[in-house]
């Protein structure tokens, strides 16, 4: 199993509502990560999880609020956003922390409102 | 220094030629190199990887050349097909870091 799996694909909210974005891998892999990517643009690091510990922040509004309840999960809190956080927001996995391929997901189509 | 730069941005090529994505960076402490794959409404994909100790790698249709002294390193698909129409990012990084720079992507359409 090589899937790291992402819901809801599709998400829309208004800038009061609070929703989270998921994410889950089976592949044993110990490093899980968030990206957003903007239309025809790279996807952009926002936070590393390394053995479910944040490892890196990168200096992310605090609107977005990351959680690795356990080594296969990892979860983004979404809360208080404006509509220039719309975007595709892409977990991905890897082996180790900066160690070997990274899996993503298809990712979750965000749009607020 | 951080900085990955790719170029073309969009590229054109006719079924069966040779689709050629240039990269360069700056921090010579890069030493892993991967190239991304990514159709619409997909993740991102790995196609291949280098590392700096080695100058070339060949996976079926797919090349990357990689020249350490220039800071640049090149993906070349060969005979391309309509199915190769996608995205493509090149990217670095620090082993161990978990930090993945990505160039800016190349919009790759294979004309049949």
């Known amino acids: 199993d090589t899937e790291v799996t992402q819901t809801p694909k599709h998400l829309v909210m208004g800038m009061t509502n609070k929703k989270s974005l998921k994410c889950e891998q089976h592949?044993?892999?110990?490093?899980m990560y968030w990206y957003k990517q903007k239309a025809k643009k790279p996807p952009e690091l926002m936070f590393v999880?390394?053995?479910?510990?944040?490892?890196i922040n990168e200096s992310v509004p605090s609107r977005f609020s990351p959680e690795c309840p356990n080594s296969s999960l990892l979860n983004l809190h979404l809360h208080a956003l404006q509509p220039e956080d719309s975007a595709l927001y892409l977990c991905?996995?890897?082996?180790?922390?900066?160690?070997?391929?990274?899996?993503f997901g298809e990712g979750s189509r965000l749009t607020v409102l | 220094q951080q900085q990955v730069k790719q170029s073309p941005q969009s590229l054109i090529v006719q079924k069966g030629g040779i689709s050629i994505i240039n990269c360069a960076y700056e921090?010579?402490?890069?030493?892993?190199f991967p190239w991304y794959q990514q159709f619409p409404g997909k993740g991102p994909a790995l196609l291949i990887a280098?590392?700096?100790?080695?100058s070339e790698k060949k996976e079926g249709r797919f090349t990357i050349s990689f020249n350490k002294s220039a800071k640049q390193f090149s993906l070349h698909i060969m005979d391309s097909q309509p199915g190769d129409s996608a995205t493509y990012f090149c990217a670095a990084s620090i082993s161990n870091t978990g930090k993945l720079i990505f160039g800016q992507g190349t919009t790759l359409q294979v004309k049949p």
């Open positions: 999880y390394s053995y479910e510990k944040l490892s």
């Open positions: 921090n010579t402490a890069f030493d892993y």
């Open positions: 991905a996995s890897s082996q180790e922390r900066g160690l070997g391929e990274l899996f």
């Open positions: 592949m044993g892999h110990r490093a």
């Open positions: 280098i590392r700096p100790d080695v």
